[in-house]
T-cell receptor
Framework: ETGVTQTPRHLVMGMTNKKSLKCEQHLGHNAMYWYKQSAKKPLELMFVYSLEERVENNSVPSRFSPECPNSSHLFLHLHTLQPEDSALYLC????????????????FGEGSRLTVL | AQSVAQPEDQVNVAEGNPLTVKCTYSVSGNPYLFWYVQYPNRGLQFLLKYITGDNLVKGSYGFEAEFNKSQTSFHLKKPSALVSDSALYFCAVRPRNSGYSTLTFGKGTMLLVSP
């Protein structure tokens, strides 16, 4: 049983659809992350939220829009995606928000498998 | 910029034999180093980490890893492999003062343990 829950586990959408991925962490952490995992590529960090503020955005296209309403919830809003956006989207959380308070251990959810037709 | 190299796409080993999954890194200063494992259709699970101190780190499921500063390596090892160890393994690095746990991951190595 993971402390980070992602829904839906699988999503198929057309290029003109709007959908959202949801992540919830039950670990009391105050930093949350979105990663993209594509076949045969390293994990790509997309967004980082610390204390509900976005602290990193790694040049992600605007068709991906994150939202962090509180420290336990993280959303990834999707609109007008492309087929190359098909991937496994992983949410993670960690404890601590300042320098060296957090030694980097991330807790991942099971992922949301996205297919864009 | 930091980077992680996992030179092998796949490692094959027979059950009961020792296994090694290789990882080298490039980062300024002293790093934090991590290994994660991913089973099919699952998220990543933390295995072990090197912070400071003893270069040999012990982790979950009997895995261990050795930090070698001169070779900038952090190879994952297990004395006796199990079929259930078959999974995708990721090495990751984070500079010590980077904040917000912005890990850089390698591309992963698939471990296949045959009966």
């Amino acid at each position: 049983e993971t402390g980070v829950t992602q829904t839906p586990r699988h999503l198929v959408m057309g290029m003109t659809n709007k959908k959202s991925l949801k992540c919830e962490q039950h670990l009391g952490h105050n930093a949350m992350y979105w990663y993209k995992q594509s076949a045969k590529k390293p994990l790509e960090l997309m967004f980082v939220y610390s204390l509900e503020e976005r602290v990193e955005n790694n040049s992600v296209p605007s068709r991906f829009s994150p939202e962090c309403p509180n420290s336990s919830h993280l959303f990834l809003h999707l609109h007008t995606l492309q087929p190359e956006d098909s991937a496994l989207y992983l949410c993670a959380s960690s404890q601590g928000s300042g320098r060296d308070q957090n030694t980097g251990e991330l807790f991942f959810g099971e992922g949301s498998r996205l297919t864009v037709l | 910029a930091q980077s992680v190299a996992q030179p092998e796409d796949q490692v094959n080993v027979a059950e009961g034999n020792p296994l090694t999954v290789k990882c080298t890194y490039s980062v300024s200063g002293n790093p934090y180093l991590f290994w994660y494992v991913q089973y099919p259709n699952r998220g990543l699970q933390f295995l072990l980490k090197y912070i400071t101190g003893d270069n040999l780190v012990k982790g979950s499921y009997g895995f261990e890893a050795e930090f070698n500063k001169s070779q900038t390596s952090f190879h994952l090892k297990k004395p006796s492999a199990l079929v259930s160890d078959s999974a995708l393994y990721f090495c990751a690095v984070r500079p010590r003062n980077s904040g917000y746990s912005t890990l850089t991951f390698g591309k992963g190595t698939m471990l296949l343990v045959s009966p």
